[in-house]
């Protein structure tokens, strides 16, 4: 929802009915994730996506008839061998989608839902999908860490719900959870899809430099929220770096210190040092490569040549890291791309933290057999 939330709540308060359409489980080698979505509005514009465009008109025509008719569905999209023109995934795989219609009446907490979401704020949305009694359809919960607004109509459904989703959240899960129908744990009848809003993840860049620059694009475009920090405030500029969404002078270790002691550095976080000057590289690294438990950032990778990398791992050791800790660095950043510039260099860089993160290889999809998008469990960097 999060790619579509600012035109559905632009709408949604300007008293419009919209129809919205929502990935909520996925088979085999799905298009869009499991939280896609997309709008259809009573203009008769679409914004977003459900398939990348394998559905997508089908999809359309079934939220224009919950947006008529005012009753929600659940419907199933796949590939069909008997009927190859059918509507379906040329991929080979499946999505369920919820359809519902949306408006001030029918989704009174969406405005404080919203707020959630852009201010940073963690929050899930749980809402029913699946039940024997088509009037529960489309009830919802917004859970957030200290309290609940909404009702799926029992309290104990309520009470449950709100439970697991809370639970979902702090690991940033999103998933159909199964009940009974009046909210029964380890019972079937009733499924709750919850959407998990977390804050973006951080990618914080070390060094001031053109690469830093490069990287720092890259990961405002996986949807990172960015810090580039450097001691030198002749380098270390907004004009330098305006798309980072922070500039920070600081020795690198001190700010990395001072993060991790707010409970600002966690499993999603991802750290690229990029200065190669042992001066400010070798105690970050020290620092982030000791990181652990909630704190242990998924990524942390170091650029420079092979000789700078064998120079820095000495380093290293002698600083007192084990082999376990110096396994957990990647160094010479990046995959292997042949890249030379920092844009292609930054891209290398990108690739190496979503390989890590979803469990891929790096190798042509071409040469493989694996599949084309992979479960998110399988990935070490969460």
């Known amino acids: 929802m ?34 896609a979505a997309m709008l259809v509005l009573p203009d008769g514009t679409a914004s977003g996506s459900v398939s990348g465009g394998c559905v997508e008109g089908a999809v359309y025509g079934l939220a224009e008839e919950v947006v008529a008719d005012g009753r929600a569905r659940l419907q199933r999209y796949g590939f069909s061998d008997d009927e ?24 009174p907490e969406l ?47 309520d009470a449950a719900i709100a439970d697991d989703a809370r639970g979902l959240l702090a690991a940033g899960s999103t998933t159909v959870l199964t009940y009974g129908p009046a909210g029964e744990r380890m019972d079937t009848g009733m499924r709750v899809f919850v959407a998990s809003f977390q804050p973006p993840p951080r990618m914080i860049v ?68 990029l200065t190669h000057d042992p001066k400010f590289d070798v105690p970050v690294l020290s620092l982030a490569l000791r990181l652990d438990g909630d704190r242990r950032p998924a990524f942390v990778g170091a650029m420079g040549s092979r000789r700078t990398h064998e120079t820095r791992w000495e380093r290293l050791r002698e600083a007192g890291l084990t082999e376990d800790q110096l396994a957990r660095l990647s160094s010479p950043i990046g995959l ?47």
Do not use: N
């Open 111 to 157: 405005g404080g839902l919203a707020d959630d979401i852009e201010g940073g704020r963690p929050v899930a949305l749980a809402t029913v999908i699946d039940h024997p009694d088509p009037t529960w359809l489309g009830r919802r919960l917004v859970v957030r860490p200290d309290d609940t607004k909404g009702s799926l109509g029992l309290p104990r459904a």
């Open 336 to 382: 292997d791309l042949g890249g030379r510039t920092p844009e292609e260099t930054a891209v290398s860089v990108a690739a190496e933290i979503i390989a890590l993160r979803w469990g891929g290889t790096g190798d042509r999809l071409t040469e493989t057999g694996t599949r084309v998008h992979h479960d998110p469990s399988v990935g070490t960097a969460q």
């Open 206 to 273: 070390f060094g001031a430099i053109d690469f830093a620059a490069a990287v720092a694009r890259q990961g405002k475009l996986l949807g990172y929220h960015v810090t580039v920090c450097d001691a030198r405030p002749v380098f270390a500029t907004r004009a330098r770096f305006r798309e980072a969404d922070e500039v920070v002078v600081s020795w690198p270790h001190h700010y990395l210190e001072r993060e991790a002691g707010a409970d600002r550095i966690d499993r999603r976080t991802v750290v690229c040092v």
């Open 2 to 35: 999060r790619e579509v939330l600012t035109e559905l709540v632009e709408r949604w308060r300007a008293g419009d009915t919209i129809g919205l359409a929502t990935v909520v489980g996925t088979v085999r080698s799905a298009p869009r994730p499991a939280g």
């Open 84 to 107: 190859a023109f059918a509507v379906g995934l040329t991929c080979g795989g499946i999505i369920d989608v919820f359809v519902e219609p949306v408006s001030t009446a029918t989704f």
